[in-house]
């Protein structure tokens, strides 16, 4: 029904940068609040950043400053721009929208992407 695609993980430099994609497909009725979560080994996920279909955005305090989530409604994708990136970033890296599959009625529900890694050298 609702399908998230993530792109744009990979291997940087302390420091670098990293531009992460995930595009919502399938049947869509509508698509509320996007978000980025990250997993690092032996930790738990956690929040990285969310955007409303307004655009509020909401940051985890080790990130702000240094990343920016967006989206593009039209295209049923959100981004997030990962600059002055540390080790400590070091995580795979999920999407996850709120979306209504057409047919299925006004609520919202989670989905998650299959995850992307990203890795931080020192």
């Known amino acids: 029904q609702v399908r998230l695609v993530e792109s744009g993980g990979g291997l940087v430099q302390a420091g670098g940068s990293l531009r992460l994609s995930c595009a919502a497909s399938?049947?869509?009725?509508?698509?509320?609040?996007m978000g980025w979560y990250r997993q690092a080994p032996g930790e738990q996920r956690e929040l990285v950043a969310s955007i409303t279909s307004g655009g509020t955005t909401n940051y985890e305090d080790s990130v702000k400053g240094r990343f920016t989530i967006s989206r593009d409604n039209a295209k049923k994708t959100v981004y997030l721009q990962m600059n002055r990136l540390k080790p400590e970033d070091t995580a795979v890296y999920y999407c996850?929208?709120?979306?209504?599959?057409?047919?299925?009625?006004?609520?919202?529900?989670?989905?998650w992407g299959q995850g992307t890694q990203v890795t931080v050298s020192s």
């Open positions: 996850n929208a709120d979306a209504a599959p057409t047919g299925w009625g006004l609520a919202l529900r989670p989905y």
């Open positions: 399938g049947s869509i009725f509508s698509v509320g609040t």
